[in-house]
């Protein structure tokens, strides 16, 4: 099993539109976890850090369920400029260490 | 967040050659790493490179192949040794900026590599 599963991309989905990405990740002790963005060809952008309380900004919303070890990322009012591959990202059990995801690709269309 | 530069941006190199590529941050920090994105693929960590101490490997990655090099808390490097066409890929430097809580890292723009 991988350590942090996506949902296999890719998603097209028209401007305006609601689209929501899960993963999942395989160790409890982890501690910290992201949302990151990759724009073609070049390095991954923090979109967000995701609290155990969940957290919004503007039109990104991220949950978080420990229980579950169950991570989602929702966006409202799809934007083109949204067309980019999304990282779900979690530590290495209590470490500074990253482990990615193999993301999902995200094409929004006018 | 910090500020990364990485050098060269890209490069193609000749098997059984090395490359070093460097990273640079505009503040002072403790956590540096390096990662690597083979084509297609996502971002695996290759080494945490600790300033005064010898560099922490993965799993799968020795020193001998990637040599680091932290002189300070605002430089690293990253040596790529005796190259094959399998090391192809971008290799990104990240740090952890000193706040308390949250370990977000943030990355350099990486560097392309050909190996031919």
């Known amino acids: 099993r991988k350590e942090v599963e996506q949902d296999p991309g890719p998603f097209n989905v028209p401007e305006g539109a609601t689209v929501a990405f899960n993963c999942t990740y395989s160790n409890s002790a982890s501690q910290s976890f992201f949302w990151y963005r990759q724009d073609c060809r070049k390095e991954p952008k923090l979109l967000m850090s995701?609290?155990?309380s969940g957290n919004e900004d503007g039109r990104f919303t991220a949950q978080l369920n420990r229980a579950s070890q169950y991570i989602s990322l929702l966006i409202r009012d799809s934007k083109l400029s949204d067309s980019a591959t999304y990282l779900c990202v979690v530590s290495k059990g209590y470490t500074d260490k990253l482990i990615f995801g193999t993301g999902t690709r995200l094409q929004v269309f006018p | 967040s910090a500020v990364i530069s990485q050098k060269p941006s890209r490069d193609i190199c000749q098997r059984g050659t090395s490359l070093t590529i460097q990273c640079q941050v505009d503040s002072q920090v403790t956590m540096m790493f390096w990662y690597r994105q083979q084509p297609g693929q996502s971002l695996t960590l290759i080494a945490t490179?600790?300033?005064?101490?010898?560099?922490?490997?993965e799993s799968g990655f020795v020193i001998d192949k990637f040599p680091i090099s932290r002189p300070n808390l605002t430089f690293s490097t990253l040596t790529v040794s005796n190259m094959s066409p399998e090391d192809s890929s971008i290799y990104l430097c990240?740090?952890?900026?000193?706040?308390?809580?949250?370990?977000?890292?943030?990355f350099g723009p990486g560097t392309r590599l050909t190996v031919l």
């Open positions: 490179a600790n300033q005064g101490s010898e560099a922490t490997y």
């Open positions: 990240s740090v952890e900026p000193e706040l308390e809580g949250y370990n977000e890292q943030f």
């Open positions: 995701v609290y155990s």
